[in-house]
T-cell receptor, first 114, second 115 residues
């Protein structure tokens, strides 16, 4: 049973436009969410995170929005750049579980066209 | 700093062979993790070590064993490899103490093929 789902396997966007990547979760116990970015032949790298006490977190061109009632989060990249082309994974955890375990979604491949 | 290093980068095994994937981090992190990445499945946790001397199962532990050799090193062993274990394996570490959620830093991965 996939607790974290990224239903769009791929997304193509023109340079300079907004990229919106979506993620849904089913476990209402999740209270901390992260986005990772992965280039081919490299390991994932941390991008941005959000706690369930917030509904928005911004870091430069990257903003993550959390809608707890819908169990949905999204990553906005504005403006998109060709270097943003990568696979993006969302991940979720239960902070109070004291395990540090992350549950990842399947990933969305973003292509930003020049 | 090298961060998280993994060896080997590539490996081909025959069914039934054994091997150990090595992982080391130089960030003085407390927690370490092993994941596998398969197409359409994302990253799935195999085993983790919340602190030196402890290990616990993740989502997909069957067919694997781990050893937290010291604070720096966390190895993953396949005792009898099966084609279903063909995957890309990632090691990660985080500074968190005893399991608190924290940013995880990943190694470059090991691509394993089992024939």
């Amino acid at each position: 049973d996939q607790q974290v789902k990224q239903n769009s396997p791929s997304l193509s966007v023109q340079e300079g436009r907004i990229s919106i990547l979506n993620c849904d979760y089913t476990n209402s116990m999740f209270d901390y969410f992260l986005w990772y970015k992965k280039y081919p032949a490299e390991g994932p790298t941390f991008l941005i995170s959000i706690s369930s006490i917030k509904d928005k977190n911004e870091d430069g061109r990257f903003t993550v929005f959390l809608n707890k009632s819908a169990k949905h989060l999204s990553l906005h990249i504005v403006p998109s750049q060709p270097g943003d082309s990568a696979v993006y994974f969302c991940a979720a955890s239960v902070w109070s579980s004291n395990t540090g375990k992350l549950i990842f979604g399947q990933g969305t491949t973003l292509q930003v066209k020049p | 700093n090298a961060g998280v290093t993994q060896t080997p980068k590539f490996q081909v095994l025959k069914t039934g062979q054994s091997m150990t994937l090595q992982c080391a981090q130089d960030m003085n992190h407390n927690s370490m993790y092993w994941y596998r990445q398969d197409p359409g499945m994302g990253l799935r946790l195999i085993y983790y070590s919340a602190s030196e001397g402890t290990t616990d199962k993740g989502e997909v532990p069957n067919g694997y064993n781990v050893s937290r050799l010291n604070k720096r090193e966390f190895s993953l062993r396949l005792e009898s490899a099966a084609p279903s274990q063909t995957s890309v394996y990632f090691c990660a570490s985080s500074a968190s103490l005893a399991g608190a959620t924290d940013t995880q830093y990943f190694g470059p991965g090991t691509r394993l093929t089992v024939l």
